[in-house]
């Protein structure tokens, strides 16, 4: 029979797993705080009850927008230099080149009560399509929000360019909290797509 362990030898033989619950207390023990709120792009509509009847509309298609890989995520992000900065206390609700193309689309569909404007591939060919790529959309330490994309007006029948631009906007941001940042990215969204409405009224006009 061996002796029993001294005090010392039991405590040496139950420090590892006394590390191992303590590197899990963050988790288990709710020191983690709350979860990050989640944002969503672009200016809420109003709420209205009517049906509008779209049959026999022209059909405007906005492709999926295009965005760095870095900016295409769910992170909220502060472009600090050359470091993009996530926050902490918020997050996107969705991808933002997701938000991004559902946003644009609402907003010229409000710009362009004569069309149908749609993400989804239609049944019947459009008659327009908008391609925009982005290669800027951060919030940055210089109190501006910085948007710069370019964008076509793709004739659908026929497939050739009607208009091409390239558009830069920046909106002032008093700080880089979380709900002032989205606000400053919305509006400047809206902004874009004013300029897009604008481009394709003078590209086309339907009859």
Same mark, same amino acid.
């Given at each position: ?118 993400? $989804?591939? =239609? *049944? ?5 399509? #908008?391609? &925009?790529?982005?290669? @800027?959309?951060?919030?940055? +330490? ?27 906007? $920046?909106? =002032? *941001? ?5 709900? #002032?940042? &989205?606000?400053?990215? @919305?509006?400047?969204?809206? +902004? ?16």
């Amino acid at each position: 029979m061996g002796e029993d362990p001294s005090p010392v030898h039991r405590f040496l033989l139950i420090l590892p797993i006394v590390f191992a619950i303590l590197s899990l207390c963050p988790v288990g023990c709710g020191l983690s705080g709350p979860p990050p709120a989640e944002y969503v792009i672009g200016i809420a509509p109003a709420p209205a009850r009517v049906t509008t009847p779209l049959t026999g509309r022209p059909i405007i298609e906005v492709k999926p927008v295009q965005l760095p890989d870095y900016l295409d995520t769910r992170e909220l992000l502060v472009r600090r230099g050359n470091q993009a900065v996530a926050s902490e206390s918020g997050r996107w609700g969705e991808r933002l080149s997701v938000g991004t193309t559902r946003a644009l689309a609402a907003s010229l569909a409000a710009r362009l009560p004569g069309l149908i404007v749609t993400t $989804t591939p =239609p *049944v019947e060919q459009s008659a327009r399509q #908008v391609l &925009v790529d982005i290669t @800027s959309f951060e919030a940055r +330490d210089n109190q501006e929000v910085v948007l710069v994309a370019r964008w076509s007006i793709i004739d659908g029948s026929r497939r050739f360019t009607l208009l091409s631009e390239q558009t830069a906007l $920046t909106e =002032p *941001v008093t700080s880089t909290d979380d709900s #002032v940042v &989205v606000m400053a990215m @919305s509006r400047a969204l809206e +902004d874009l797509a004013s300029a897009i409405a604008i481009g394709i009224e003078r590209a086309w006009r339907p009859a």
